[in-house]
């Protein structure tokens, strides 16, 4: 069945970057688009970006727009989420999450970024 | 950006009750791309419904949602006790996908 494990969290300064990954099984990335959704503590979900199943074009919350890349490595069949000049209100846990064309359709139980000095 | 207003925010109800959670979004949701997602603590969502209607594998029966114009519900007929929670709309028609403030069901 699908499964989805992110990993790469943790703290980070303002203005700092990290990388977050989430390894998928039963089923492969490179033939299905993927989301990063953010839960930030206590509050709503946000949808962050999506990678559609082509692999080339990228769609971003304006809130992360330039700052944040979403890709996926077939051979690893992996996704990740590269972020840069991360800010205080970028803390929040990350979801990966298989897309049924752009349905959010299967979830990761999520990792937690926190910006903080 | 399409904005989707959930209400109420919060629901007190009594397991056997019926629970009638809203979402009104600010224009047209092409397609019926909407989605209910059910979240509890500690946990990721889990989806529920999409198409508006259609309820996702293993959902049972007292889940249903339904569209009106812009106008969303999602009903639980009979609430059981894993039913409390929070319940999120969603629309995936167009870029940025959003999601709704959120509805807690809580146990009176």
């Known amino acids: 069945q699908v499964q989805l494990v992110e990993s790469g969290g943790g703290v980070v300064q303002p203005g700092g970057s990290l990388r977050l990954s989430c390894a998928a099984s039963g089923f492969t990335v490179s033939t299905s688009g993927m989301h990063w959704v953010r839960q930030a503590p206590g509050k709503g979900l946000e949808w962050v970006a999506l990678l559609r199943y082509d692999g080339i074009n990228e769609y971003y919350a304006d809130s992360v727009k330039g700052r944040f890349t979403i890709s996926r490595d077939n051979s690893r069949n992996t996704l990740s989420l590269q972020m840069n000049s991360l800010r205080a209100e970028d803390t929040a846990v990350y979801y990966c999450v298989k897309a049924s064309g752009w349905l959010m359709h299967y979830w990761g139980q999520g990792t937690l970024v926190t910006v903080s000095s | 950006e399409i904005v989707l207003t959930q209400s109420p925010a919060t629901l007190s109800l009594s397991p056997g009750e019926r629970a009638t959670l809203s979402c009104g979004a600010s224009q047209s949701v092409s397609s019926n791309y909407l989605a209910w997602y059910q979240q509890k603590p500690g946990l990721a969502p889990r989806l529920l419904i999409y198409?508006?209607?259609t309820r996702a594998t293993g959902i049972p029966d007292r889940f249903s949602g339904s569209r009106s114009g812009t106008d969303f519900t999602l009903t639980i007929s009979r609430l059981e006790p894993e039913d409390f929670a929070v319940y999120y709309c969603q629309q995936y028609c167009c870029s940025p996908l959003t999601f709704g403030g959120g509805t807690k069901v809580e146990i009176k």
């Open positions: 198409d508006a209607s």
